[in-house]
């Protein structure tokens, strides 16, 4: 099994993914640069959390046009897992592996602290080791995590049991209080909330263990 962690210029929380895969996985993975034009051999590619290209046009835009997501996009619709957390879940967004966008916070202002979330759908690799309905504590830290589809679109999402995650106490305004989505073929997750920052006693949560052990397993 091989995954990797992409890099992007402005990424911070590259490391923090490699290290909980690394835990879960039992060995470090492959940490590829934006401008690669090739991917080796992958199992699951993750795309990390951070301000990738500073964020200057606007989230996720300028990354979903790096080189590498080329690849990543092409290997996604032949099955290759995905998980994009935060920034991830922008770029994802932004690339058209995931339906709608994430806009600016109904605040207007940047949030960094733990959120509540529910478990939606745990019928999937990314949420087996999770329990229908289970409650999870996993901190947020964005300027940008409203979740925005159109009613039609919200509707074929939620009749196909694409919601991944919801917040219970919703931090950004985000449609439907959605936290987290797959794709229709369910290979690809993109989640504002950052499970790497919930994965060891320090952090004071580790409910985002259970994820990174997820798809490790079903890939096992």
Known sequence: MQVAVIVFPGSNCDRDAAVALERALGKKPLMLWHADTELPKL??????GGF???D?????????????????VARAAKGMKVLGICN?????????LLPGILLRNRSLKFVCRSV?????????????????GQELSLPVAHGDGCYFAEPDTLKQIEDRGQVAFRYIDN??????????????????LGMMP?????????????DGVALFASVVKALA
């Open 43 to 48: 199992d699951l590619v993750v795309l990390p």
């Open 52 to 54: 990738s290209y500073g």
């Open 56 to 72: 200057y046009l606007r989230t996720g835009a300028m990354a979903a046009h790096s080189p590498i997501m080329r690849e990543v």
């Open 88 to 96: 991830g879940f922008q770029v994802l967004c932004e690339s058209q």
């Open 116 to 132: 509540t979330l529910r478990v939606e759908n745990n019928n999937n690799d990314f949420t087996r080791q999770y329990q229908q």
């Open 171 to 188: 931090p950004n305004g985000a449609s439907r209080d959605i936290a987290g989505i797959f794709n229709e073929k369910g290979n690809v």
């Open 194 to 206: 950052h499970p790497e920052r919930a994965a060891e006693t320090l952090h004071g949560s580790t």
